[in-house]
């Protein structure tokens, strides 16, 4: 059942250019947000609205290159799960998610294949044919590598750790992951999972939605919440790792996306703030009075949650890409 009147809540991050009191509004603002929702809309972020433009603009250049080209970059030739995926070559709980997209990652040398996760290190596939859409994207990644980093040290200290605590997890190899995506409309007889029902395995996801373009819903208290987009602002949702480091406290919450009516589309862009595969994140000493509000993480004998960050992130790649896995990790599955 769909609760038409909840709506998650809007922080907004202009707070921090004020005074002390200011600051201390806005960590007040993102904890209780992630400790409710762990998911809210993100204002006065300072990231303007003619980069946000030019990013749907590359995305629309992207899609509608011919097939040929998106197939010269498709995934099923990345070992590291990089690259185009057709409509029907993914999935959530085992059934097809109706969406395009082309993943771009960090780019690092590969440090070996043991352990496994190690595997998902090396290089993008860059399409040729719109040389524009390696800059811009990767504009886009180091703008919310910032904004990423900035929130997770504010994060930090509305949860009474130092500034610094999740840093070290960040300083090196980060490996963030965004998906340029596009949703095509479908009837509404048909099949309409945009994206299923899952919880992101890392740490924080800055998502840019299409405007006015509807379809993300938010799993609150049992029920789900639409989540339109908000003027000017990012989605932002916390991943399972803070669910880990927070001994439950803050929540990874489960969404999904449903397909847009026939005859329209949606393009959204979802940047995944991630450590480094092989670090382990921290787990956070919550003063008295937030620790007896810790729940503890999650155990769903489906889905176990590991605080190390590349176990986290394979488990969900061979998951979503099953035929990726197939040809590239078939000694990884069963
Ligand atoms: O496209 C969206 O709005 C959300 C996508 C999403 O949740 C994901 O890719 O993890
Ligand atoms: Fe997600």
Redesign the pocket.
């Known amino acids: 059942m769909t609760h038409a009147h909840a709506t998650l809540p809007i922080v907004d991050m202009s707070l921090l250019n004020g005074g002390e009191g200011a600051q201390e509004s806005f960590r007040e603002a993102l904890r209780t947000a992630t400790h409710e929702y762990g998911f809210f809309y993100l204002v006065g972020h300072g990231i303007d609205r003619a980069t946000r433009d030019r990013l749907f603009d590359t995305a629309r250049d992207f899609f509608a290159l011919s097939e040929a080209d998106k197939f010269g970059v498709e995934m099923l030739q990345s070992p590291q799960f990089r690259g185009y995926t057709r409509f029907g070559g993914e999935y959530t709980q085992g059934a097809i998610d109706w969406r395009e997209q082309i993943d771009v990652a960090a780019e690092y040398e590969q440090l070996g294949d043991d352990p496994a996760y190690l595997r998902l290190d090396g290089p993008n596939l860059w399409p040729s044919a719109l040389p524009a859409f390696r800059d811009v994207v990767t504009d886009w990644q180091r703008r919310c590598s910032a904004l990423g980093l900035t929130l997770m040290r504010e994060l930090a200290v509305s949860l009474g750790a130092a500034a610094d605590a999740f840093d070290k997890a960040f300083a090196e190899r980060p490996s963030t992951l965004l998906?340029v995506?596009r949703y095509p409309g479908r009837d509404s007889s048909q099949d309409r999972q945009g994206?299923g029902a899952?919880k992101?395995p890392g740490v924080l996801?800055l998502?840019l939605?299409e405007p006015d373009k509807g379809g993300?819903q938010v799993e609150h208290n049992g029920e789900w919440i639409d989540a339109p987009p908000v003027d000017d602002a990012f989605v932002v949702n916390i991943g399972e790792l803070m669910e880990y480091a927070t001994d439950g406290y803050l929540k990874a919450t489960t969404?999904r996306?449903e397909s847009p009516p026939l005859g329209s589309e949606r393009l959204?862009v979802?940047f995944f703030f991630n450590p480094a595969l092989s670090s382990v994140m921290p787990q956070i000493t919550l003063p008295e009075e937030l620790a007896a509000q810790a729940s503890g993480v999650t155990t769903d004998p489906d889905n176990v949650i590991s605080g190390t960050f590349g176990e986290n992130m394979l488990k969900a790649r061979l998951r979503a890409h099953p035929d990726v896995a197939r040809r590239h990790h078939a000694d990884l599955i069963g």
């Open positions: 998906k995506v994206v899952h992101d996801t998502l939605v993300l969404h996306v959204s979802p």
